[in-house]
């Protein structure tokens, strides 16, 4: 019972983190890192190449939960660690990420 529970909550987080890659893939817009923040057209070099990164910035992360969510069917411990880690992990990462991704793709002053 406790592995349905468990990708009951996964998959739509994974599914979550998966959709916000490929939104921010096809986006023709620049897309926004931080909640409430914005990014202007103007502020972009290569708004496609920009959106691109992004996206697979996010499918990486969605990674974490897709892996977790199948090892919960195995081994619930292992999952639930591995996604402990993961996120916690993963959060500094992001940001990280989406710095070289700014520093490569924004226009500076």
Do not use: H
Not at 5 to 26: D, E, N, R, Y
Not at 27 to 36: D, I, T, V
Not at 77 to 104: D, F, N, Q
């Amino acid at each position: 019972m406790e592995r349905i529970i468990w990708l009951i909550f996964m998959i739509p987080v994974s599914l979550l983190f998966t959709g916000l890659g490929i939104f921010a893939w096809k986006r023709k817009k620049p897309m926004w890192f931080w909640s409430g923040s914005t990014v202007e057209d103007w502020e972009i070099t290569d708004i496609p190449a920009y959106n691109r990164a992004n996206g697979i910035m996010w499918l990486c992360y969605s990674a974490v939960f897709w892996v977790s969510a199948l090892l919960g069917i195995l081994q619930l411990e292992v999952a639930g660690t591995v996604l402990a880690v993961g996120c916690l992990g993963g959060i500094p990462v992001l940001v990280i990420a989406y710095k070289r991704i700014c520093k490569k793709y924004k226009i500076t002053k």
